[in-house]
């Protein structure tokens, strides 16, 4: 069973332009997470989907970030415009069912803002 | 709102001696326990949880993690460790309801040959 698919891995843009993550989940897992990870800290949930609605997104930077999850399956992640403080790992995870007692993590994006 | 303390941020240890990382949580309801690895340029992988049942949980790769309602606690631990288990360790509760994992700021195990 293949697992939960990030792409890219990594990712160099100048600061002001705009970068997207794309996640596909795990065959079956109705629940989405993106975290984000920087350097040195654990990851902190951005927006977790239930199928395809947005259930938790309160720590997501509305005026620059925005997700989306076309037909409940894959998501993407946008940031428009990116600013240096975007760098950081950026790691999507799908899990099963309402009670989520174990969410399964992608390899992650490394964004860099230079 | 739960939180999660990881004490340690760095734990440097001999090869084949043992190792125990440091878990503290807080949450005013029930609560499921996860200890994930994440090995370098890696997502994160479960090594163990708690969900209910027996306090002592056995995990991947010989590790355990003993559930301490009364101290609030969920230390992993590994009897004898190799230089493969040099990584980074991450804590994290889950509440029951529909909540997401919340996650410490992680412990680097580095394992000295």
């Known amino acids: 069973e293949a697992g939960v698919v990030q792409s890219p891995r990594y990712k160099i843009i100048e600061k002001k332009q705009p970068v997207a993550f794309w996640c596909n989940p795990i065959?079956?897992?109705?629940?989405l997470y993106w975290y984000r990870q920087n350097l040195g800290q654990g990851p902190e949930l951005l927006i977790r989907?239930?199928?395809?609605?947005?259930?938790?997104d309160s720590q997501l930077p509305k005026d620059r970030f925005s997700a989306e999850r076309l037909k409940g399956v894959d998501s993407t992640l946008k940031i428009q415009p990116a600013e240096l403080g975007d760098s950081a790992v950026y790691l999507c995870?799908?899990?099963?069912?309402?009670?989520?007692?174990?969410?399964?993590f992608g390899q992650g994006t490394r964004l860099t803002v230079v | 709102a739960q939180s999660v303390t990881q004490l340690d941020s760095q734990v440097p240890v001999f090869e084949e001696a043992p190792v125990e990382l440091r878990c503290n949580y807080s949450?005013?309801?029930?609560?499921?326990l996860f200890w994930y690895v994440q090995y370098p340029n890696q997502g994160l992988q479960l090594l163990l949880k708690?969900?209910?049942?027996?306090?002592l949980v056995k995990g991947i790769n010989g590790f355990e993690a003993e559930f301490n309602k009364s101290q609030t606690s969920f230390h992993l631990r590994k009897p004898s460790v190799h230089i493969s288990d040099t990584a980074e360790y991450f804590c994290?509760?889950?509440?029951?309801?529909?909540?997401?994992?919340?996650f410490g700021k992680g412990t680097r195990l580095s394992v000295i040959a």
């Open positions: 994290a509760v889950l509440t029951s309801g529909n909540t997401p994992l919340v």
């Open positions: 949450s005013s309801v029930s609560v499921y």
């Open positions: 989907y239930e199928n395809e609605e947005a259930v938790d």
């Open positions: 995870a799908s899990s099963f069912g309402l009670t989520n007692t174990e969410a399964f």
């Open positions: 065959s079956g897992h109705n629940t």
């Open positions: 708690y969900l209910s049942g027996s306090t």
